[in-house]
Structure formats: structure tokens, C-alpha cells
């Protein structure tokens, strides 16, 4: 299957502090990836929704201004941590989109482990 | 928009066991439907799908059956082994004709030797 690789898999920042997390799709293009959070032993929860070259669509109770999307290329988007608090502490996961003839399918990052001190 | 629910877990076995998890639907249409499994500390991988009524989606001895008339999609495996220990997340697109998947809460199997 296809590969989708999320860039730092675990990472401790301090409070107050900005943090980036990357997700690339290796081996195909993605104009269209996701961004969820993942709280301890529950779901996954959409953030927003990237596309290449336009602006990221939030979900409800996102605040954008804090979690700075930036779709910037076919393959890799980003997603930065403004001013980190420990409640930010949380699993972060994306997933990319492949839009295929036959299909579309989406495949997921190994997550993001973020833990503000 | 659409929505789903599954069994909570824990769900506990023993190596060789029969699993079942249920997850059922609501939805607009007869989207896709999915089920996905975490492994510790990792991400989501595909597990398996059905992309229309009656389909039958099958991988690594895990099967799940897309039946509209109970909008069902349970997840079952008739013999479980210690490396299936994960958590099960059952999902679906949020809209009809929409990518974007929304999850059910999933379900954490534990399974013991």
C-alpha cells in the first residue's frame, strides 16, 4: 500500500513553545490530507482538512489560529502547535488521500506523540 | 452527517478464541465502509473494506460483512492470536460522496496466550 510517513513520532516540548509536525506522502501526491487528534483511549477527531495550495478547513472548536496548517506541496503538510499548553498533550495523526481511477483511499501517518511540559 | 457506533471494550480473549465487534451505522446512502486497527504507539492501518451492499471485506483472517438491512458492518475473526491485540476502529465517510472519515470509538481487543 501506499506510504505515508509523520515527522517527529514522539516529541516534548516546553510550554509556551511552538511545534511542527510534518506528514509526507512518499509514493503518490495528495492534494487533499487530514489532520486528527486522538485523545487517550478514545477516537480519532478531524481537526481540519488540508489542501494543497488553498487554506485549511477547520472543524468546529478548532481553533486555527493555534493549530497553523500549511498544505504547501503535493506531498507534505504541516501542521504547527502555536504556543503550546500541556492540554495540547495529545496524539496527533494525518492521513492523506489517494484519488486513484478505480478508487480513493486514505492512509494514515504512525501518529505524533506531543507532550507539552 | 453520517455516524457510527461499536462495541466498547475492552474485549478480552484467549489465543484461539472467536471474536466478534460489532459496529453499526447511519448514513445517507450505502457509503464505504471500513474498519481500521492501531497497534500500540502507531498509527492507523486499513484493515479491511466493503464498498457496497452484501460485499464481504476479508484480510489476515478478519472478515466483515456490509448487510443494509441491519446497517451493520461486525467485525469477526474465528481463531485470534496475540498479535491481533489492538484497538479496532470501525468508520465511514462523514457525508455521502465525502472523503473525510469519521471513526467509531473504536474497540480495544486484548488477547491473552
Known sequence: ?117 | GNSVTQMEGPVTLSEEAFLTINCTYTATGYPSLFWYVQYPGEGLQLLLKATKADDKGSNKGFEATYRKETTSFHLEKGSVQVSDSAVYFCALPMYSGYSTLTFGKGTMLLVSP
Open chain 1, 1 to 117: 500500500g501506499a506510504v505515508v510517513s509523520q515527522h517527529p513520532s514522539r516529541v516534548i516540548c516546553k510550554s509556551g513553545t511552538s511545534v511542527k509536525i510534518e506528514c509526507r506522502s512518499l509514493d503518490f501526491q495528495a492534494t487533499t490530507m487530514f489532520w486528527y487528534r486522538q485523545f487517550p483511549k478514545q477516537s480519532l477527531m478531524l481537526m481540519a482538512t488540508s489542501n494543497e495550495g488553498s487554506k485549511a478547513t477547520y472543524e468546529q472548536g478548532v481553533e486555527k489560529d493555534k493549530f497553523l496548517i500549511n498544505h504547501a506541496s503535493l506531498t507534505l503538510s504541516t501542521l504547527t502547535v502555536t504556543s503550546a499548553h500541556p492540554e495540547d498533550s495529545s496524539f496527533y495523526i494525518c492521513s492523506a488521500l489517494r484519488q486513484g481511477e478505480a478508487n480513493t483511499e486514505a492512509f494514515f501517518g504512525q501518529g505524533t506523540r506531543l507532550t507539552v511540559v
